[in-house]
């Protein structure tokens, strides 16, 4: 999990080498633009570090999630309105955090069960469903880059 989470802030790193026109060009017709990829992951790191994470081993409820649309689209208009770096920089800020917390969770803990709404669900799926989401935009992007740098 850690890994993923260092590769994928390696990956955003190598975002900054984009021309401005890429960063904000979608991905694919009707689809988010890679800055607007990007700036949403941040919201949704600090969500865990702060409404998932510190919750493990109490038998307090967990906090509602916020409402998925409304997050995104805040998020997506920032990072169009932002400089490039300032957007990758505050991912990988984020993510930076999301691993010192994920670093500090004992090895017991990892198959602890998490209740959010009705279902329930151990720590290490509930990441493993986050680091897949990661990869699936993180394929949208890849595909959309070497497509236009193929030509097509």
Not at 50 to 57: A, E, S, V, Y
Not at 62 to 86: C, F, G, I, W
């Amino acid at each position: 999990m850690l890994f993923h989470h260092q590769e994928f802030i390696r990956w955003a790193h190598s975002l900054n080498s984009l021309p401005k026109e890429e960063w904000h060009r979608p991905v694919e017709e009707g689809k988010w633009s890679i800055a607007e990829i990007v700036g949403h992951f941040e919201p949704w790191d600090e969500f865990v570090v702060n409404k998932r994470l510190p919750f493990l081993g109490t038998k307090e409820p967990l906090p509602h999630a916020p409402y998925p649309q409304m997050l995104n689209d805040e998020s997506a208009s920032k990072a169009r309105t932002s400089e490039q770096s300032v957007v990758i920089e505050r991912f990988i800020l984020s993510r930076e955090q999301l691993i010192e917390s994920l670093e500090g969770i004992p090895p017991e803990s990892w198959e602890q069960t998490l209740k959010p709404g009705n279902k329930e669900i151990t720590l290490i799926e509930y990441l493993e469903g986050l680091a897949e989401h990661d990869l699936h935009h993180k394929r949208e992007v890849d595909r959309a880059l070497s497509k236009r740098n193929a030509g097509i």
